[in-house]
């Protein structure tokens, strides 16, 4: 798939304020500062379109950039990040949450992982969701510039092991925004969805 256009639609801060939309919508999800932001900016070509940080917390809504006119890709805020009170944590990871539980136009959820790390509780918060396999979900490793050839191997094997313990068989990706790889993949994968949506 190409992208031919890419444009910031509208940032809400709760699910209440969710656009209406018929189209079809990619999701980005993960821990603060695990790479969501970069990886969509690799992904849409566009070096600055979703704001990014050194500093965990930068997202702070659900962001919607509509892509080729055709469908949404949508930057969701970080989970688990220390430094916001655990009731802004709790309040976040619920808006996430019911997001991915109900919004009918979500038809690919990207769960990312910093490869040098696998899950964590923030992961584990949001893992039982896609055991019902509603939604199809890809789980991209990020940060893959910062691991050797074999760790890269390792990593890989050690996410797998940790999701199938969790009874989660699920496609995974290596990404580094730094390197611009895994960008085909996701392109990929984002193509086959669109087309299977209804
Ligand atoms: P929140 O919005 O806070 O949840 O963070 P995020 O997941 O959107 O992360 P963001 O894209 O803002 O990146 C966080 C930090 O990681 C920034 O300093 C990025 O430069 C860095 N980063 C992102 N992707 C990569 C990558 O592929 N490799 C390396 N080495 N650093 C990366
Ligand atoms: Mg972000």
Redesign the pocket.
């Known amino acids: 798939m190409e992208i031919n256009s890419a444009d910031f639609v509208i940032g809400v801060a709760s699910p209440a304020q969710l656009p209406t939309s018929t189209q079809p919508e990619v999701a980005f999800v ?10 969509i ?1 690799l992904v849409l070509g566009r070096r600055r379109l ?10 702070r809504e659900f962001n919607f950039y509509l892509v080729n006119e055709a469908f949404h890709l949508v ?5 688990g ?1 220390a430094r916001v009170s655990r009731a802004d944590r709790t309040r976040w990871a619920r808006h996430i949450r019911s997001y991915l539980q109900s919004r009918q136009t979500l038809c690919l959820v990207f769960h ?1 992982i910093d490869s040098r790390h696998s899950l964590m509780e923030a992961d584990d918060e949001l893992l039982d969701l896609y055991r019902n396999g509603e939604v199809p979900v890809v789980v991209v490793l ?5 691991l050797s050839g074999n760790e890269r191997k390792k990593a890989q094997q050690r996410v797998k092991t940790d999701l199938l313990a969790r009874g989660l068989e699920l496609p995974l990706v290596l ?5 611009k790889e895994g960008r085909d993949e996701i392109l990929d994968w984002i193509g086959v969805s669109i087309a299977g949506a209804p």
């Open positions: 993960g821990r603060s500062n695990v790479g969501k932001s970069s990886l900016n979703a704001r990014t940080s050194g500093s965990p917390g930068k997202t930057d969701l805020p970080g989970l990040y990312l990020t940060k893959a510039d910062k990404a580094s925004s730094l390197r």
